[in-house]
């Protein structure tokens, strides 16, 4: 499928410069703090819909990830409470939420209007724990596509083995009704004889994973990630998912300038 929400991944390489660059800011797991970077690779993941045309796409991605304000092709987010040395860290942030489709993506949206991916603006708490850092978030559509919201947590733990950084992490997330709707729901207008018309209700998913970290230079660094998800039953049961389970897995090859 050409538009899927994925989680970046990276393949192990043994490495001699050191790790330790890997920092958990609004979220989401960055290095080489103060740095602007491109990053280019591959990921590929299970069939979300039935039928789905496509499970591998090429990643591309840069941006700059500072201090305190972080831009890149996945959003911006803003820290405007406490410092890296804080307990409590709060930011502000946009980001793509809903998972666009097009009719033609898959088989069982065959017929179906297309969706559209959200913008979401949300705000960000992450608490520093002395073994690791807990996130939360709540963000709303602002752009009108699902109009709904999205919560959740999640637990990182950083750990440096001196030639890379280890990075697993779970969490929890909640999808408001008119997020399920939108992305999962068949209205009555597009049911069909195998396609029954379904409502969406708000529902949890559950995700697992690990982002590994390797600096093959001061410059370069290789990640590889690998992230499974257990969508709640609300979300499964929709006539067009293929499956409760969803894996991705991937790699990426990082510049920092």
């Known amino acids: 499928m050409k538009k899927l929400a994925l989680v970046i991944a990276v393949s192990l390489l043994s490495s001699q410069a050191l790790a330790g660059e890997t920092y958990i800011r609004n979220g989401n797991i960055y290095s080489n703090e103060g740095d602007g970077f491109v990053e280019a690779g591959v990921v590929s993941g299970s069939e979300l819909y039935k ?20 831009v890149d092709l996945s959003g911006i987010n803003y820290r405007f409470i406490g410092s890296n040395s804080d307990f409590v860290n709060i930011s502000t942030y946009f980001t793509a939420g809903g ?24 705000i ?14 709540l963000q709303h559509d602002v752009t009108g596509a699902y109009k709904g919201f999205i919560g959740g947590a999640k637990y990182f733990h950083v750990m440096d083995f001196g030639v890379a950084d280890f990075v697993p992490f779970a969490g929890v997330s909640y999808l408001s009704k008119d997020f399920v709707d939108y992305y999962y729901g068949v209205k009555a207008s597009e049911a069909t004889a195998t396609r029954k018309a379904y409502s969406g209700e708000g529902d949890f998913a559950v995700n ?12 370069i660094d290789i990640t590889q990630s690998t992230a499974y998800t257990r969508l709640g039953s609300k979300i499964s049961d929709s006539p067009i998912v293929d499956s409760a389970n969803q894996w991705l897995i991937g790699a990426t090859v990082a510049y920092h300038f």
């Open 51 to 70: 039928g789905q045309d496509k499970t591998t796409a090429i990643v591309l991605n840069g941006g700059y990830h500072g201090e305190d304000f972080n």
């Open 208 to 219: 697992v994973g690990y982002k590994l970290v390797v600096p093959v230079t001061t410059n």
């Open 124 to 137: 960000n708490a992450d608490f520093q724990l002395d073994q690791g850092t807990v996130s939360t978030y």
């Open 99 to 122: 998972i666009s489709y097009d009719a033609g993506d898959a088989d069982a949206l065959k017929g179906m209007k297309d969706r559209k991916m959200s913008g979401d603006l949300g």
